[in-house]
């Protein structure tokens, strides 16, 4: 099975930085997602790791350790939108993805 | 327009009833995917098709059905509906070998009564 762990909630300021953290166990390992959902609305990705080191992308930048089976995202800059439920999702094989259940942030002004 | 379309986007129905959720994409892929999101569980794979005769269960399909009707459209069935498949239901698609990303739908929240 997979077994893919982060954090329930997490609560930060207009402006601060806030990582969120997944660490993932599976049969196999093809890449780590990390996706954005707000409330109600389809999951969009955020980016994309299967090599070990730090994807930056804007404000927001993905690590992974393969090794250690974890991964960061990193959001800086922290705006009201960022509000909404971060998903990592570890790709076992070629043709599927395996979720976490999601880590909710709140940008408080 | 969407790439990725649901319909209904919301269901109410009552327990026993047979109910159909309708996915079409113009995004030209292969594979397709049905997942259920529940409060806490996150989302979980409930079938998955990588062309028209090709069909595979997920971790949850017991109590669902599919039909890949073509390339473009993916429908999930339930045959006889429950209280405990009221959930946030999105289809996804990506391309073939090599493609990483997957693309959903904007969803299809079903009330099971």
């Known amino acids: 099975g997979q077994n893919i762990d982060q954090p329930t909630e997490m609560t930060a300021t207009e402006g601060a930085i806030v990582q969120i953290n997944c660490t993932y166990q599976?049969?196999?390992?093809?890449?780590l997602f990390w996706y954005q959902q707000h409330a109600g609305e389809a999951p969009t990705f955020l980016s994309y790791?299967?090599?070990?080191g730090l994807e930056e992308k804007g404000r927001f930048s993905s690590f992974l350790s393969r090794s250690k089976g974890y991964s960061y995202l990193l959001l800086k800059e922290l705006q009201m939108k960022d509000s909404a439920s971060y998903l990592c999702?570890?790709?076992?094989?070629?043709?599927?993805?395996?979720f976490g259940a999601g880590t909710t942030v709140t940008v408080r002004a | 327009d969407a790439d990725v379309t649901q319909t209904p986007r919301n269901r109410i129905t009552k327990t026993g009833k047979r109910i159909m959720l309708e996915c079409s994409q113009t995004?030209?892929?292969?594979?397709m995917y049905w997942y259920r999101q529940d409060p806490g569980l996150g989302l979980r794979l409930i079938y998955y098709?990588?062309?028209?005769?090709?069909?595979n269960k997920g971790e949850i399909s017991d109590g669902y059905s599919v039909s890949r009707q073509a390339q473009a459209k993916f429908s999930l069935s339930l045959e006889s509906a429950i209280p405990n498949q009221t959930a946030l239901y999105f289809c996804?698609?990506?391309?073939?070998?090599?493609?990483?990303?997957?693309?959903f739908g904007p969803g299809t929240r079903l009330t099971v009564t």
């Open positions: 098709s990588f062309d028209v005769k090709d069909i």
């Open positions: 995004k030209g892929h292969d594979r």
């Open positions: 790791n299967v090599l070990d």
């Open positions: 599976t049969s196999g390992f093809n890449g």
């Open positions: 999702a570890v790709k076992p094989s070629d043709y599927k993805l395996s």
């Open positions: 996804a698609t990506s391309g073939g070998v090599g493609s990483y990303e997957q693309y």
